[in-house]
């Protein structure tokens, strides 16, 4: 069985400051895919990135910045400069491949993290 | 591209009434539709999965027969909560597996319809 564990309910930090979401998963799946989303107060899901389970290179895009360590099973979230706009809530998603035979390919997502950034 | 729609976006029913919910993808063929629930601050369930042409695959604990999917085409899933009562209350929101890229198991997701049952 597969689970997230996204162990901070809710962080708040004040403007510009770096913040850390974090994320742990469970897989007995050697090719999974890993998820991270941004969910606004209007509720639609912002897809952030896609990592697959092969590929361990950290990833930065702008302010953001992903942390892949399969040997801790984590795959953190990095905001550096963090703004008011980023305050939302944050899910971690995991997969498995949809060949992987189990059937199981649609998202197991963890609890979430609000991020709240203070002006 | 990669555009999925939900229709409505919002719906205030009575209970005991259905309400069907419908999740086109309109920019690409999805051979596969996922279907989800949030309850207010909480995450994400996954309800079912459903295919193109064939029957759904529901999760466990989620009725099939209280929560009926067709996938009719490779465009179109509908969700209908049939007699529908408070507790069903919740934001419902579905992705689509673009057929071209499912191999990344690349989902797209809709903005959800928020059902309120009175």
């Known amino acids: 069985a597969q689970k997230v564990t996204q162990a901070q309910t809710e962080i708040s930090v004040v403007e510009k400051e770096d913040v850390t979401l974090d994320c742990v998963y469970e897989?007995?799946?050697?090719?999974?895919?890993l998820f991270w989303y941004k969910q606004p107060p209007s509720g639609e899901l912002v897809f952030l990135i896609r990592?697959?389970?092969?590929?361990?290179q950290n990833e930065i895009s702008g302010r953001y910045s992903w942390n892949f360590q399969k040997s801790t099973s984590s795959f953190n979230f990095t905001i550096t400069a963090s703004q008011v706009v980023d305050s939302a809530v944050y899910f971690c998603?995991?997969?498995?491949?949809?060949?992987?035979?189990?059937?199981?390919?649609?998202?197991?997502f963890g609890k979430g993290t609000h991020l709240i950034i203070q002006p | 591209g990669a555009v999925v729609s939900q229709h409505p976006s919002r719906v205030i029913c009575k209970s005991g009434t259905s309400v069907k919910i419908e999740c086109r993808s309109l920019d690409f063929q999805a051979t596969t539709m996922f279907w989800y629930r949030q309850f207010p601050k909480q995450s994400l369930m996954l309800m079912a999965t459903?295919?193109?042409?064939?029957?759904?695959?529901?999760e466990q604990g989620v009725e099939k027969d209280k929560f009926l999917i067709n996938h009719a085409s490779l465009t179109l899933s509908t969700l209908t909560v049939t007699s529908a009562h408070p507790e069903d209350s919740s934001f419902y929101i579905c992705?689509?597996?673009?057929?071209?890229?499912?191999?990344?198991?690349?989902?797209?997701f809709g903005p959800g319809t928020r059902l309120t049952v009175l």
């Open positions: 459903s295919n193109e042409g064939s029957k759904a695959t529901y």
């Open positions: 998603a995991l997969s498995e491949s949809p060949y992987s035979g189990g059937g199981a390919d649609g998202l197991t």
């Open positions: 990592r697959n389970s092969f590929d361990e």
């Open positions: 897989t007995r799946d050697t090719t999974y895919y």
């Open positions: 992705s689509a597996r673009d057929i071209r890229r499912s191999s990344y198991n690349e989902q797209f």
